[in-house]
């Protein structure tokens, strides 16, 4: 690599894709060009740095940045840029790899001079690059394993959310590490976040009129005194085809990422193996909801009953004649979830959590409930849980 003038545009080729970094006074614009298929993305900016201040106690989005430095070959690119005013310095690399930008930001790059008083909390990569207007415009979301948006007719949002189940926002189930955005019958564009994913961030938001944007941040943390993981964080810029489904194209990337870069096996595969697995994939699923405490965070009302007072909702002998109904109607394989079996359990006390509330039938009503399940051809477990474990 040889080191290029920050004013000077900076070109990255391949067959696939042409990407153009355009140095200017608040930093660097993007622009990219899927050559496949003849169509530009951008320019948008680089990044933007989510600070937080701790003096004054405020976060802060910083889109002004200075580049330090900007080597290139024909194919990559190291940019090392600085918020002085912040203390902040950082890089990232982008690759053209065959069909993909990849786009990577390794954690012992950053430097934090003022880090007892400002830290940066996330990096916002390449933001707006997924951007779609009018009623053709949709955004895949990593929502609930995910989800698809048409931000034509939505009023303003923004919202954001961490990949996989970030705990505060557990409502949202992210589940996949990926998002999308295209025009229906044209060239779309996908972000898989590939190294790290679990502390990538999925952006989104819509304008109130007829676009919307989504995109990834590299989140480094969520609170003053959270550490950095120092694990290579790594997005994957892919074109979608204009002539596929994309949502099919998206979903069978993504397969392949699991399977070719982390090695995880099929469920084929994976029942070959297990008997459990197998049971599994051809089960009903359910989970026995036997009663609860009226104590615990989620709980802002006991409606004048004891401080402590179990709630009975189904208890074992009502749940073996359920099974059996279930047995009785030609449902061959379930599988089975028993929650709330003792009131103070919670997932941070599984596997076991006795003794078995006694007012479910006690540990010979459990015993005999799991008996009857296995007598008929069902596969029963537990989860230790009732509402919450944040007061004990």
Request: aromatic share 8%; glycine share 8%; net charge negative.
């Amino acid at each position: 690599m040889s080191s290029t003038p920050t004013r000077a545009a900076v070109l990255l080729a391949n067959d696939r894709f042409r990407l153009e970094l355009q140095p200017d006074d608040r930093g660097i614009q993007v622009t990219l060009e899927d050559r496949a298929h003849g169509r530009t993305w951008g320019p948008v900016p680089l990044l933007a740095l989510e600070m937080h201040d701790r003096p004054i106690r405020r976060e802060e989005r910083v889109g002004a940045y200075r580049v330090e430095s900007l080597q290139a070959s024909t194919s990559s690119a190291r940019i090392v840029v600085a918020a002085p005013d912040w203390g902040v310095e950082l890089a990232l690399e982008l690759r053209l790899l065959n069909d993909e930008v990849r786009v990577t930001l390794c954690a012992s790059d950053l430097v934090e001079r003022f880090a007892d008083r400002r830290k940066l909390f996330a990096v916002d990569v390449l933001p707006g690059l997924l951007t779609v207007r009018g009623a053709t415009g949709r955004l895949l979301l990593p929502v609930n394993g995910g989800m698809l948006c048409k931000p034509f007719d939505k009023p303003a949002v923004r919202d954001q959310g961490l990949i996989y189940l970030e705990q505060p926002r557990w409502e949202l189930s992210t589940l996949v590490p990926v998002v999308a955005a295209w025009q229906e019958n044209e060239p779309g564009l996908m972000v898989l976040a590939s190294k790290c994913a679990a502390e990538a961030q999925f952006r989104v938001a819509t304008d109130g009129a007829s676009a919307g944007h989504t995109g990834f941040a590299f989140c480094l943390r969520q609170q003053w005194i959270d550490p950095v993981e120092q694990d290579e964080r790594e997005l994957r810029v892919i074109a979608i085809p204009p002539d596929v489904d994309a949502v099919h194209f998206v979903s069978k990337r993504l397969r392949r990422h699991i399977i070719a870069d982390l090695g995880k096996k099929t469920l084929e595969q994976r029942a070959a193996e297990s008997p459990e697995v197998a049971y599994q994939l051809r089960a009903m699923t359910l989970k026995l909801f036997h009663g609860m405490q009226n104590r615990g965070s989620c709980i802002y009302d006991n409606k004048g009953l004891p401080e402590s007072h179990f709630w009975n909702t189904m208890n074992f002998a009502e749940t073996a004649e359920i099974l059996g109904q279930l047995r009785r109607m030609g449902i061959e394989h379930v599988y089975t979830q028993s929650v709330g079996w003792n009131a103070r359990g919670h997932d941070g006390l599984y596997p076991t959590r006795f003794p078995v509330e006694e007012n479910l039938g006690g540990e010979s009503g459990f015993r005999d409930m799991l008996r009857v399940g296995r007598e008929l051809g069902y596969h029963c477990t537990v989860h230790d849980n009732f509402q919450m474990n944040i007061p004990e």
